[in-house]
């Protein structure tokens, strides 16, 4: 804990600097993104830029700063802790708190980077384009840079992002975890550690508590199986991308509707494909044989518009007519950009809402107005649309 500085003692002989702006500089910050403390942070950091402290010169006390801010004497505490770590300031015991002699351009270079990392799998397919523009258009309406970092699915390289993340300072984290891996809990703690406030998309890390945005993983193969159901689909096939707790829950929900309709879901029609990212020969053999069956499926629900897509054009290559002989839902985003995806029946997830979210969750983190560790599922809104590839069962 940094003691009371010394002007306050009297064998203090450092210059005492006024500080009668700090509190014009609070009220003024008071309304922005961030925890209180930084706000204390900046005002020494520019003050130290602009010259008006110097090397030697003692601080105000802990008892002063909380005076003449309103702030908690806890929150002055943890601002002059940052300055102390990043050696811009010293205490010295019985005597008080110190302005280090610090090169100009290092304090130029000190304090938080008000921008927010956002951690994603991958870039280019899938969710991730909309949940980044999402991110990024929310961060940027608050003044906040936006950092995208792609882990490849590999929790080796996250923990270097997030060990990055760190050195830089950064305001927030938004992450992905991978599907593949694990994310371990210590990683997540470094943020924590760091004064760093982390939310998740899609899905949390277990052994960690922070809000999730998400949506209702049940809830998408329930409506997949409503909308075969009710064109009179009896034998469907559950094809989902690797098996994971996402589509494990696809499955549930398929099941579930399908059963409280008298049907069935054998597992021989439920079929996941390798868990390697990119098996994409593997996957094609394992739907060419299931579809080249006599008794092959009337329609095909993918838990993912990607390998719905795939299904699409291997069906068409051996000469199965979509919707006529088969029907096929996938899952996915709700901003269709594609030709094809604007035809593919799917039940979408509107993603770049689910970006702004992200980055709404953690502006209220860093403003103290919403728990780090709160347990918080926010759950967006899921639709059936298209219907180019959704037709009545085959007579």
Known sequence: MLTDIASESPKSKAKDV??????????????????????????????????????????????QLSQATGMARNTVRQALAE????????????????????????????????????????????????????????????????LICNTDYDIHKQGNIILQIIDKRMAGVAIVPPTT???????????????????FCHRGVPGVTAPVITWDFEQVGQI????????????????????????????RGLRAVMESRGLRLPRERVVHGPSEIGADDAKDRMLLEILRRPDRPTAVFCSDDNEAERVFWIAYQIGIRVPDELSIIGFGDAHRHTVFFKRLASVTVDEFELGVRAAQTLGQMCAGRRPWDSPERVLMDLALVGEGTLGPRPR
Do not use: C, M
């Open 18 to 63: 006024p500080f009668s702006d700090l509190q014009s500089q609070v009220d003024k910050d008071r309304s922005s993104a961030g925890p209180k403390w930084r706000v204390v942070k900046r005002y020494f950091v520019e003050a130290l830029r602009s010259g008006r402290y110097r090397a030697g010169d003692a601080l105000p006390s802990e008892n």
């Open 83 to 146: 300055l102390e770590r990043e050696g811009l300031i010293h205490r010295i015991r019985g005597s008080g708190t110190f302005v280090s002699a610090v090169d100009p351009a290092v304090a130029a270079k000190s304090g938080t980077l008000e921008a927010y990392s956002l951690i994603i799998p991958e870039i280019r397919r899938s969710l991730f384009p909309s949940l980044a523009k999402g991110f990024d258009a929310h961060a940027g309406s608050e003044n906040h840079q936006t």
């Open 181 to 199: 891996q694990t994310t371990p809990v210590h990683q997540i703690r470094q943020l924590r550690a760091n004064h760093i406030p982390v939310v």
């Open 224 to 251: 997949a199986a409503r909308a075969l159901v009710e064109r009179g689909h009896r034998d469907v096939l559950f094809f989902g991308i690797y098996r994971y707790e996402v589509t494990e829950a696809y499955e």
